[in-house]
């Protein structure tokens, strides 16, 4: 296995359950990027990373994805894990295939994709709420919120799956036996 595990998907297709479980079984350290990306956004306006931006939401994800794929790079050449027996594993939304492509090194950091692209979105909205919690920031949305986010999400679903194919990166579909799905994917990862 690389030193680094990249995490990438939709919101709620289980990126963060997935890398908590590597996390805690090969012992690395899990960064959740949204916290990051949130901290980069109200701390540093002028880097432009806008979460909430009013327009095209798959322009939105573009423009922070360029913008954190460098950094992520960044990250992983401080040396920081180097003397380390363990890596990283980050969880991350806005991270395009090309970006990873263009900034990352596959050979020191693996990435997989998770997204939900094969429901409608008010089977999106039926998914989401059949494993929303407290802990989950949707929880508290509007059900008319959530189903026009979850809209959001099987479009850039479906759009991520064919970037994903587009520069070979793997991508799990989660949007049916998510369970099985992610309990599978991490049974394969290897230390």
Known sequence: MTKHIIIA?????????????IAKMFSY????????????????PQVGIDTGADGDVIE?????????????RAMMDSGEYDECDYGMVIDVFQL????????????????????????TAEERFELLKQYD????????????????DC??????????KEQCQKYAVPCFETAKER????ADFVSCIKA
């Open 9 to 21: 998907g939709v919101p709620r297709a289980g990126k963060s359950t997935v890398s908590q479980m």
């Open 29 to 44: 350290q899990h960064i959740s990027m949204d916290s990051i990306i949130a901290g980069f956004e109200k701390a540093f």
């Open 60 to 72: 939105n994800v573009q423009n922070i994805s360029a913008k954190i794929a460098p950094f992520l």
């Open 96 to 119: 395009l295939p090309e970006d990873y492509r263009m900034h990352i090194d596959p050979a020191v950091c693996e990435i997989y994709y998770f997204i939900t692209s094969d429901v």
């Open 133 to 148: 919690t407290p802990k989950d920031y949707t929880y508290y949305k509007s059900d008319e919120e959530n189903r026009k």
């Open 151 to 160: 809209a959001e999400i099987v479009a850039i679903s479906k759009w991520m």
């Open 179 to 182: 369970n099985k799905v992610l």
